[in-house]
């Protein structure tokens, strides 16, 4: 049981650390503090990687860089947002992320619906399905804040591909190729 709360708490912190970029697209009109925000992030999860401080971060008895790869794709979306002046980029990577990959550990968890593997780790139906609807739900949020159509096959194929990307994720590397895959898919959602 104390495992699980350790896991929970991990997934807490996941979720609660994607909020960060509503504050970054209220407060920051350039992309020099909040830049320097997740190089501290980073370097933070780089040495609790070494030397496990914070328990909620790191996960115990497996050689993961998830802590490291979530730093370090907040850096890169804080980068691509600011480069192309669209801060919605990151607030679909970083809210995929944070809500649809820690939202799917915990469903994935708490009700172990459909279970199946992927390359040797065990995952969930109810777990890829929570990603899935999150990812759905993000991006039509962003959709419509940028375009105002909301293609919706077009949003459900790009879900789909993301969901597929966190069942088949190894080491932690959910945490780049999600966020990325979002990014990609949104911007072929919005493009004109």
Not at 20 to 28: D, E, N, T, V
Not at 85 to 104: C, E, K, Q, R, T
Request: glycine share 8%; with cysteine.
């Amino acid at each position: 049981m104390r495992t699980n709360h350790i896991e929970y708490s991990r997934k807490f912190v996941h979720i609660l650390t994607a909020n960060w970029w509503l504050i970054l697209m209220y407060y920051f009109d350039e992309a020099t503090q909040p830049f320097f925000v997740t190089c501290c992030f980073l370097l933070v999860n780089i040495i609790n990687f070494k030397y496990p401080v914070f328990a909620s971060i790191k996960r115990d008895g497996r050689a993961e860089f998830g802590e490291i790869a979530y730093s370090l794709t907040l850096m890169v979306l804080v980068v691509i947002s600011y480069s192309v002046n669209d801060l919605l980029i990151g607030f679909v990577g970083s809210f995929v992320m944070g809500y649809g990959d820690g939202l799917a550990a915990v469903i994935g968890t708490r009700f172990p619906y459909g279970r199946y593997q992927v390359l040797g780790r065990n995952k969930t139906l109810s777990g890829s399905t929570a990603i899935f609807f999150v990812t759905v739900f993000v991006l039509m949020i962003a959709s419509y804040f940028k375009i105002g159509d909301i293609p919706l096959i077009k949003i459900f194929i790009v879900s789909f591909l993301v969901a597929a990307i966190e069942a088949i994720a190894i080491f932690g590397l959910d945490n780049l190729g999600v966020p990325l895959s979002a990014i990609i898919g949104y911007m072929w959602i919005i493009q004109v």
